[in-house]
């Protein structure tokens, strides 16, 4: 299992064979395999999860924090402030939060 952090926009941070937990506030986010979990950070700029499978993966939720969904996929935030992106994926039902 690997542990992913990152804060910096236009870095693309990875996951590898593993579950693994990415906790990323800004950049582009592959899990890559496994069953990933993907943190919401507070920070500047959102993290762009580019793999997010649904009945695999997982979120991990915040309490006081909603889902949107946009043309560009799921966003999970608070009113405008956008944390995270699952690009790709346009049900908030094929979400798993924990």
């Known amino acids: ?17 593993d579950n693994d937990i990415l906790a990323v506030s800004a950049g582009t986010v592959w899990g ?12 500047a700029g959102v993290s762009i999860v580019q ?4 009945g695999e993966d997982f979120v991990q939720s915040i309490a006081g ?3 949107t969904v946009t043309e560009q996929g799921v ?10 992106l699952l690009a790709g994926i346009n049900d908030v039902s094929q979400v798993s939060l924990i």
């Open 32 to 43: 890559d395999k496994g069953a990933d979990t993907f943190q919401v950070i507070a920070g």
């Open 75 to 84: 966003a999970y935030g608070v009113g405008d402030d956008q944390m995270l």
């Open 51 to 54: 793999d997010y499978i649904a």
């Open 65 to 67: 924090v909603g889902f």
């Open 1 to 17: 299992m690997d542990y992913v952090t990152g804060t910096i926009d236009g870095v693309t941070y990875r996951g590898g064979a």
